[in-house]
């Protein structure tokens, strides 16, 4: 390594760019905090570039497709109907999701800007716990800070016999920039990354396979929650092969393949135009010195107490780096938290529960303990379960009627322990799940609280109603 060009000292360095980066760099840079942030990337991170963002408005548009295929020739349920069957201009969808990640993106830089927070563009590598080089596009810059925050976020899980510089292999990342819809696309992974972007490109014409080594898919979520998606999978012809290992790659009569072993362990193989591999993703601790930072490891991740502290005094790291659940929503929480703590307010972190959602068709929400869950840990549970078919919203907008909110509480004091929803839009929902959880509520908080008509909300209402025994829009539980 060259000798630096520049060197600057600050009081906090934040390195990574991400969800949990930039809102911490922004955060201390409002507390006062001499403060730079340091990304090799565009600002925004995984969540913003090339995951969460991109990835929800290729999901946007391909239910814009499917919604104008099944209008196309001929009247549909509500009388509209188009002349033809919508084609789809990979390039321009591209542009069109490209043009909202530019727009963010820059948004974040200004925002760092108004907070007074120097960024250094480059890959940073650290020597000792507080200084690192960054490798510039001007020449290597040298950063000493009294505090550290590590927010370097995670990188896909490649499988070594099916690597991402194979042309015909794809990471999510890959796919989410592809220049044609792939007439046939395997799947490894059926968690919520692959069956996200799986759904996606079946609702834009692909044919689409899944091979999951699991019972079911989403196997962190209980089969209640994942039923209307795999009942949408088939529905579609969308085909789903559980217990199953994939191989490797190959070719038949010419075309490209994929192998893998089903549930007897016999081989088998499907055509896969391009081979999507979504088995995951591992914490980014390779490669920038974190061995030189005399931190703890809790296995592949960095290990942190409740105020985010590494082992190493003015050390802290956040979001991926920390460990599940590997969210963006945690990652920012921890961010703002961490630049409070730095600056010496009274902070922990301590979430009674972190809301998860799936985009897939329909959307499902998860936040705290299921009644499976609830009654392992000792609990006498209460559960009330709200469908989607009686909601007049969600009848009104053809919205998935095979989903529905659930509800469970102690059955002694009424209190939430967790909530769940599957359907059309429930993610919506997930900032009420996760408001009840962390005041505390009881079944009696939600049931007393005026929701909106006509609105989705409505089921969580109803929901709470049924566990206490009088709902209103459905027959009462016997």
């Known amino acids: 390594m060259t000798q630096p060009t520049q060197s600057l000292n600050c009081h906090t360095l934040v390195i990574g760019g991400g969800p949990g980066g930039y809102p911490a760099a922004i955060r201390a840079g409002q507390l006062g905090l001499d403060t730079i942030l340091v990304e090799g990337e565009r600002l925004g991170g995984t969540c913003l570039i090339r995951g969460c963002i991109p990835s929800k408005a290729i999901i946007h548009a391909a239910s814009k497709v499917d919604e104008m295929r099944h209008h196309a020739n001929g009247a549909g349920e509500m009388g509209i109907s188009l002349a033809a069957p919508p084609e789809v201009d990979m390039g321009k969808l591209r542009a069109w999701k490209e043009g909202i990640v530019d727009k963010l993106s820059s948004g974040v830089g200004q925002l760092l800007k108004a907070a007074n927070v120097r960024h250094v563009e480059g890959w940073a590598s650290f020597s000792n716990a507080k200084t690192c080089t960054v490798e510039a596009k001007d020449g290597p810059v040298a950063i000493t800070a009294e505090n550290v925050i590590l927010a370097n976020g995670s990188v896909e899980t490649e499988l070594p016999f099916l690597p991402f510089d194979d042309p015909d292999v794809i990471s999510s990342t890959g796919a989410l920039d592809l220049d044609a819809i792939p007439e046939n696309l395997a799947v490894i992974g059926a968690g919520y990354i692959g069956l996200e972007l799986g759904i996606a490109f079946a609702r834009l014409g692909s044919k689409v396979t899944f091979v999951e080594m ?75 010195g974190l061995d030189n930072m005399a931190v703890d490891r809790d296995g592949p991740f960095i290990k942190v107490n409740n105020r985010l502290e590494t082992a190493m005094r003015g050390v802290y790291a956040i979001g991926d780096l920390t460990g599940e659940p590997l969210l963006a929503h945690k990652a920012t929480a921890q961010g703002e938290a961490v630049a409070e703590i730095i600056a010496g307010h009274k902070r922990v972190f301590d979430p009674r529960a972190i809301a998860a959602v799936c985009f897939t068709e329909p959307e499902i929400v998860s936040v705290g303990l299921t009644p499976g869950e609830a009654k392992a840990a000792g609990e006498d549970v209460i559960v009330g379960k709200f469908p989607m078919a009686a909601s007049g919203r969600a009848l009104s907008m053809q919205a998935d009627t095979k989903g529905f909110v659930r509800i469970t509480a102690r059955a002694g004091d009424h209190v939430i322990l967790g909530i769940h929803a599957v359907g059309t839009h429930v993610a919506e929902l997930s900032g009420e799940f996760a408001l009840a959880m962390e005041m505390g509520a009881v079944l009696e908080d939600i049931a007393h609280t005026i929701h909106v008509h006509p609105t989705l909300t409505e089921a969580t209402l109803e929901a709470s109603l049924t566990a206490l025994g009088h709902p209103v829009h459905i027959a009462a539980p016997k």
């Not at 039923?227 to 490797?248: E, I, M």
């Not at 790659?249 to 072993?261: A, M």
């Open 214 to 288: 699991g019972e079911q898919i989403l196997p962190s979520y209980d089969k209640e929650l994942t039923r209307p998606v795999a009942q949408w999978l088939k529905a579609n012809g969308v085909d789903v092969h559980l217990r199953a290992k994939a191989t490797g790659k190959g070719t038949s009569k010419g075309k490209t393949v994929l192998k893998y072993e089903d549930a007897d362990g016999k081989a088998r193989t499907v055509r896969a135009d391009r081979i999507l591999v979504a088995v995951g993703r591992r914490p980014r601790t390779h490669g920038w």
